[in-house]
């Protein structure tokens, strides 16, 4: 009992000296991924950051994705941190509009950001202001399994026709087009919005989003007559709606499968499923209006700093630093994915060089259907793009449907 | 009651004299005593259960999206009935609904199915043990694991489901790249993500817990059956059924009570089942109530903290009408013991 008395006393005066600590240029960063790359890369860059800033001490709380997800709702009015990560879009709105998030167009004008970070510059900008400082996002496009395709003698489809002439060619050799699994919801979100880029383009994208076209909209109907037609001739796998897009693998592994609309990151899941760099390969997804510019999915990750900050002047010089070209390389490289700053230079995988290219030379970085529109209008259009996989003859009941919700959201 | 008559007379014979004046507080103590021991108790349940009714009542004639702004005030407003009359015309709502009431309906095939299995197993025969802990086993692994052996289970591709059917409507290939695949002449059912039979996938794996609950429930009460009775309606002639009917339920009329008790009760804390079998899909379909209000409020696509606590008072509503009969019932039954 004494022994205890005097630990927890211990624990109080160490607990006091650090809290004392704090005062003098301490920064403290949350930080929303421990898994082993993102966890390394981020820990790094602070690294580096400590050895430019000797002056400030930096503590970290590393926290689980969807843990973080919740959290940020309270400690961003209670105790919050000098810097949050947290996503661009949507989803920084409520933040921004609760004036929770801290105006950083300062740190974007003196550093240049404009210029270096331009092609993600709308997606963190909310009434003509920068809200927060990316430091990696990644490519979405159409992985494919290169063996079969050099078995069918299939080039990587550069427009509609032949996309679909390739499909067809998979299906008459017995192999189903395209893998997917909607149990999630966002997958199918991924299709939508390429089909909806590809018919109508970047503006409609944003429009819809933002809730300025209806659902029952012709071009809308355009973009669900294309997906109907391609649900219709059994482009995509059977029971997708109880396979998360990782379960959605298996079928891709196996050869049943050929093609699989994704981001990024799926790669390293493929590779874990046993397929080697030479079975799998990379195309943008193909032009479908001619002529129309080409815009992509580019979901980024970002760091803000709360309006309830204590050590602003720190987090502004530490905002400024992960968006060196250096830093973005070296982070982006560990965790591979692709640096925001065009000064940065990619890493070696062909993924990512095609992906470099990719966004690099796109009209218009879209974030995703789900980062773009509120959450609930996303939650309902996403359950909407379900139900419409699973049964076609529904689309006019669902894009009503959506159209309800949509009323209701951007009132 | 009679551990305080206890103390309080031990405490008279080692205090002080009578000529000590008596306070108010020796003077009421039998009344203050059983208070001072339900205090803690009353603390918590009202930290904990009685406010946050109040509140979530409150919350739900604003609309707020859950933030505090930068000073810690509240960004709700209040929008009075707005959430009780889009809820009037919400889809959803009705769905929900709907599947809280086959979640009561067929929960109940528990009580009969637990009954019955409980009969069998009522025997001496070597092992029988062994026979009634394997039937007790699904209760005492946790829902989550019921949920996930389910999913596993309804799975088309790799589950039990999948394999009895690929067995018979299906045919092994080679395809394209040389590995072994299947080829349907019928593709295997979808059970969770068929909007129709998804519910009752989930009730079905649901019902393996909650059979073997009551299954020990009767398995117990079957204990106390008095055996002069039994004997006595044996010489009357009585057998099978009518023995079960007449001799043998009415005994059992506590533990039925008790059965469909905790089988309403089961049926509506589904929440677990179906955030791990579906989250409420194929597109809502599988939503109850309080999955509908959890994916309103707190999901990651919810914030909608008015519209959420709307949900939970219309659940509160329904469920008070539950509990108050309960009450109502246990009132009656201890009035009728004495």
């Known amino acids: 009992m004494k022994l205890k008395f005097k630990s927890t006393l211990i624990a109080a005066a160490i607990g006091s000296m650090i809290s004392t600590l704090a005062l003098a240029g301490d ?12 966890k390394a890369g981020f820990e790094a860059a602070v690294e580096a950051f400590k050895k430019a800033h000797p002056d400030v001490n930096v503590t970290v709380n590393i926290n689980d994705r969807e843990a973080h997800k919740t959290a940020i709702r309270n400690f961003l009015s209670a105790d919050a941190p000098d810097i949050t990560s947290w996503y661009p879009g949507n989803r920084m709105a409520p933040f921004v509009e609760a004036g929770l998030f801290d105006d950083v167009s300062d740190v974007w004008e003196a550093n240049g950001f404009s210029d270096t970070l331009a092609a993600i510059k709308p997606t ?28 069918l003698e299939l080039a990587e489809p550069k427009n509609w026709d032949e996309f679909n002439a390739a499909a067809m060619k998979l299906k008459e050799a017995g192999v189903t087009p395209i893998t997917i699994g909607t149990k999630f919801l966002w997958t199918a979100a991924g299709v939508f919005d390429y089909l909806n880029l590809r018919i109508n383009g970047y503006d409609v994208h944003n429009d819809l989003t933002a809730g300025k076209i209806k659902y029952t909209d012709d071009r809308i109907k355009a973009v ?22 990782q379960d959605a693998i298996a079928p891709f592994q196996n050869g049943d499968a050929a093609m699989y609309v994704m981001g990024n990151f799926s790669v390293d ?23 129309l510019p080409r815009a992509e999915e580019a979901p980024a990750d970002a760091f803000f700093i709360p309006a309830r900050a204590k050590n602003k002047e720190d987090a502004r010089k530490f905002l400024a630093f992960i968006a060196q070209p250096d830093i973005q390389t070296e982070w982006n490289n560990t965790i591979g994915q692709l640096p925001i700053n065009n000064q940065a230079t990619v890493g070696d995988s062909k993924f ?7 966004l690099s030379t796109a009209a218009g970085l879209a974030q995703f259907y789900d980062r773009d529109a509120p959450a609930q209008m996303a939650k309902a259009g996403m359950e909407g793009f379900q139900e419409f996989m699973l049964d076609t003859s529904k689309m006019d009941a669902i894009l009503e449907r959506l159209d309800k919700v949509q009323e209701e959201v951007y009132k | 009651m009679a551990v305080v008559g206890v103390s309080s007379e031990s405490r008279t014979l080692t205090g002080p004299g009578p000529s000590r004046p008596r306070g108010w ?17 009353l603390l918590f349940f009202a930290v904990y259960v009685i406010i946050p009714i109040f509140q979530s009542i409150a919350i739900s004639f604003y609309e707020w999206n859950g933030l505090y702004d930068v000073n810690g005030e509240s960004t709700a407003q209040w929008v009075g009935f707005q959430n009780y009359i889009k809820l009037l015309d919400d889809s959803r709502f009705y769905i929900s609904l709907k599947n809280n009431l086959i979640w009561l309906v067929l929960y109940m095939l528990a009580v009969p199915v637990g009954l019955a299995i409980a009969l069998f197993l009522n025997q001496t025969v070597t092992g029988i043990r062994i026979y009634k802990s394997m039937f007790f086993f699904p209760f005492v692994i946790s829902q989550v694991v019921v949920g996930l052996i389910y999913g596993w289970f309804y799975n088309p591709d790799f589950g039990v489901v999948g394999s009895v059917w690929k067995a018979l409507f299906c045919e092994e290939v080679i395809n394209i790249v040389g590995n072994v695949t299947t080829k349907c002449s019928v593709s295997p059912p979808d059970i969770l993500a068929d909007e129709t039979w998804a519910t009752y996938g989930i009730i079905f794996a649901g019902l393996w817990p909650q059979i073997a609950y009551c299954m020990i429930l009767y398995l117990t009460g079957l204990n106390n059956v008095s055996p002069d009775q039994i004997e006595a309606a044996r010489l009357d002639g009585a057998r099978g059924f009518k023995m079960l009917r007449h001799v043998i339920l009415p005994q059992l009329g506590p533990a039925t009570f008790l059965a469909i008790v905790v089988t309403v009760i089961g049926a509506l804390r589904s929440f677990d089942m179906i955030a791990i079998m579906t989250r409420g899909g194929p597109y809502g379909s599988t939503n109850v109530l309080a999955y509908y209000m959890y994916e309103t409020a707190i999901s990651e696509y919810g914030d909608r903290y008015g519209y959420g606590s709307a949900i939970a008072t219309v659940l509160f509503l329904i469920m008070l009408v539950y509990i108050s009969y309960f009450l109502w019932k246990m009132y009656q039954d201890e009035k009728g013991g004495m």
């Open chain 1, 124 to 151: 963190m900008t909310i009434d003509g202001k920068q809200w927060g400082v990316p430091y990696t996002y990644y490519q979405w496009g159409v992985y494919y399994r290169k063996d079969i395709f050099d078995k």
């Open chain 1, 352 to 358: 990512l060089k095609e992906g470099f290219e990719t």
């Open chain 1, 224 to 245: 669900f007559m294309a997906w109907k037609e391609m649900v219709d001739a059994g482009y995509f796998i059977e029971n997708h709606a109880t396979m998360s897009w």
């Open chain 2, 25 to 41: 507080f020796h003077k009421n103590r039998m009344a203050i005593a059983p208070w001072l021991f339900v205090a803690p108790a």
């Open chain 1, 269 to 291: 899941a493929y590779k874990n499923a046993g397929l080697t760099e030479d079975q799998i390969d990379f195309f943008q997804f193909p032009e479908i209006t001619p002529g």
């Open chain 1, 27 to 38: 920064l403290v960063i949350n930080f929303d991924d421990p898994n082993p790359g993102p």
